[in-house]
């Protein structure tokens, strides 16, 4: 692993996620923003450290393959750690907008058409 935070220390990451292997959530991808919750919730538990690495890079809006990067773990390992953090209320979770509806669609067509009739 790399990193300030995490310099001299190797941990398996089979142990980050207590043997999981899979989610408990499926809505995560790889451009889901994830942000942390500032302050916590009061009921939230103490995070392991290596939720509050998470935590610390998800003080600004990040999308999950980027976070997955700066903490240099693999994506699995890090959705893993996005559902506990989510399920203890200390992170949000925003899907991507989609990029165009059927109505976009039809009026950037028109465009299209308009500007080829010029």
């Not at 899979?22 to 916590?40: G, H, K, M, N, Y």
């Not at 450290?49 to 240099?72: K, S, T, Y």
């Amino acid at each position: 692993m790399s990193g300030g935070d995490t310099a001299g220390r190797l941990v398996r990451p089979f142990a980050l996620t207590r043997g999981r292997t899979r989610p408990s959530r499926a809505d995560f991808t790889l451009i889901t923003t994830v942000t942390a919750v500032d302050p916590p919730p009061a009921w939230a538990p103490r995070p392991q450290p290596e939720h509050q690495r998470i935590l610390r890079r998800c003080a600004e809006p990040v999308a999950v393959a980027e976070l997955a990067a700066l903490l240099d773990l693999p994506m699995s390992v890090v959705v893993i750690m996005l559902c506990d953090l989510l399920e203890a209320g200390r992170i949000t979770a925003h899907p991507p907008h989609p990029a165009a509806t059927a109505a976009d669609l039809d009026l950037l067509q028109k465009v299209r058409d308009g500007l080829g009739r010029l």
